[in-house]
């Protein structure tokens, strides 16, 4: 990514040596976006039909930049994205812009649907019998094969429309299915057509008691009216992820989505490069999710190993220090049991011990070998596992 600024002599000549569509999205702006830029600061444009005619070298002379107060000043400020670089797509993605500007390749929309498209013929058969619903847009019965909707003044112009579009894009060994759906570059990318519909709002009457009640928070009504205007645009939910590529294309004053075909095609390719760009994005996301994953598994099963050899480590430790203890303990009790018989010695160097210290000295004998490590250990009550008393509830 790389931050660029033009000032007013920087557009002026940019705008002259780029088409304006493929300049606009460059800026992350509409070609109409585009158009008011220029006007506001009286940068003059080239007029329609320029690049056609430079293509044959015969195009008109440049008009010139009228004198600004500050020319230097910068009027444009956006961030230059590296566009389709993970996709390696860029070269296509230009081939498919200059293909499209040469007047050879304009779209023609028959005036018949006579030889129409199979998916158009389709179609046309599911609207046969379509209720209006709101605004009088027409509803099939079923899903129709492909996605319009308009009214029905409009049908057999957006059916035109819509041949002339699957044609082309076919034609262009791009394969269309219902949808209708394009599949461009290895991804699939719906379009359709809609005609514009305006809501108008208006209050209601004072006093009128005809009709039935409205309830409502709002203190006006809304009315839709169709305006007979369509707009061909790209149908994805998720195209918000999407920014700065043109969705959409409709009537105008100066134009009619008849008149901007060629230009729908090359949004329907920069939009399926960009949506490539975002898949193989989030499969990298996803890659990198599972390898982070796998990483904090492997390391949290490290630790629980360190954590287990510790506490094993551990254990033999503390029963050493245990065994050096109880080791210590015996030897204590023998030299305390040593002391006793010295002390019961006659004159003449005979023990002289009661049968009740005999009995106490085995005992003391028995429970010196219990706690010495090295010798084995007599048995004891102490060994005996005795269960706790039942809990009574009574």
Known sequence: MSDRKLSRQQLYEQIWSVPASRLATEFGLSDVGLAKLCKRHDIPRPPRGYWAKKEVGRAPAQTPLPPGENDDQIIVSYVEPERYEKSGLSGQIQKSETE????????EVASSLRGAHKLITA????????QAGDAGILVPDQNPSLNIS????????????????????????????EGPTVSIFGESVAFGIKERIKVTKELPEEHDLTGAYQFAYKNYVTHEIATGELTVYIDEPNSYRISGYRKQWRDTKKQRVEDCLNKVVSGLVKFAARKREVRLEDE??????????????????????????QAEEQDRVNSLVQEARSWKTSREIRQYLDFIRESNKSS??????????????????????????????????????????????F
């Not at 499209?100 to 779209?107: G, L, T, W």
């Not at 429309?161 to 699957?166: S, T």
């Open 100 to 107: 499209e500007e040469k007047p050879e390749k304009r779209i």
């Open 123 to 130: 179609t046309k058969e599911e609207f046969t019998g379509a």
């Open 150 to 177: 308009v009214t029905r003044n409009c049908l057999h112009r957006a059916f035109l429309v819509m041949d002339a579009l699957i044609k082309a894009l076919e034609l262009r060994d791009l394969i269309v299915s």
């Open 284 to 309: 990298e996301r996803e890659r990198e999710y599972k390898r982070a994953a796998e990483q904090r598994a492997l390391e949290k099963q490290q630790r629980a190993e360190l954590r287990q050899q």
């Open 348 to 393: 003449s160097g005979a023990i002289t011990l009661s049968p009740e210290q005999e009995q106490w000295l085995s005992w003391a004998e028995d429970q010196a070998d219990r706690l010495d490590p090295l010798k084995e250990s007599p048995s004891s009550i102490l060994d005996l596992d005795i269960p706790e008393e039942p809990r009574s509830w």
